[in-house]
């Protein structure tokens, strides 16, 4: 059965970006690449690979390592915020920070624990700084909310060039997650399941998820 064929209530969104060599990354940044350690032959029975990359290439969350000393590293960071009710909200045109305005008239009796925003009419193929990031203010406002985890269509909830990384800041201060580099070209607005589990990666800032949303 394809996606295609399935009943509106069965669809599966797939909300990752495939990563391959060609992904943007931030500069400076590790790119995907891929070896072969073993191939198939008579003398061997399987194919093997080795993968280097940045757990920040393509759908990732980061863990609060990234932006903490202290904080907790990928593989030890509560999955329930990974999983759940979710609301996307389309955010087209907002500009270089995404403002409580431009989210508002998705609110409607609450937000659900999860709030993905869509920047993007589609997805970046290559590196473009000039993306949009969460306002802080936005955070602390989605936060008040219930809101427990938020991710948006583009590299970082932090404009390209700063440094003082304020809306990461807040997740920290307020205790929330992130999903980044999401892709919502096809999404509607609307609520949605989200699954997006990181990998138990004993030390790492970040991890690759394979972010997927169902329809409620």
Not at 72 to 80: K, P
Not at 103 to 114: C, D, E, S, T, Y
Not at 167 to 192: C, I, K, M
Request: hydrophobic fraction near 45%; aromatic fraction near 6%; glycine fraction near 6%.
């Amino acid at each position: 059965m394809t996606i295609a064929d399935k009943p509106p209530g069965q669809r599966i969104w797939d909300i990752s970006p495939l990563v391959s060599p060609q992904s943007p990354i931030f500069p400076g940044d590790e790119p995907y690449a891929l070896r072969w350690t073993a191939r198939l032959s008579p003398a061997c029975p399987v194919n093997l690979s080795a993968l280097t990359m940045s757990p920040h290439v393509g759908a990732h969350a980061d863990a609060p390592l990234h932006y903490a000393a202290d904080g907790a590293s990928a593989a030890e960071v509560d999955l329930d915020a990974y999983l759940g009710p979710c609301r996307v909200i389309h955010a087209l045109g907002c500009g270089p920070l995404i403002q409580i305005e431009h989210l508002q008239h998705a609110v409607g009796a609450g937000l659900p624990a999860r709030v993905l925003v869509r920047c993007n009419e589609k997805a970046k193929e290559v590196w473009d700084p000039d993306f949009s990031a969460y306002a802080p203010a936005t955070v602390a406002w989605l936060a008040a909310q219930g809101v427990r985890l938020i991710g948006l269509d583009t590299p970082s909830v932090d404009p390209a060039d700063s440094k003082s990384l304020d809306s990461h800041q807040q997740l920290r201060t307020l205790d929330l997650r992130v999903l980044e580099n999401l892709v919502l070209d096809d999404v509607p607005e609307g609520d949605y399941e989200l699954i997006a589990l990181p990998l138990k990666l004993a030390g790492a800032c970040a991890s690759p998820v394979r972010a997927v949303l169902r329809k409620l």
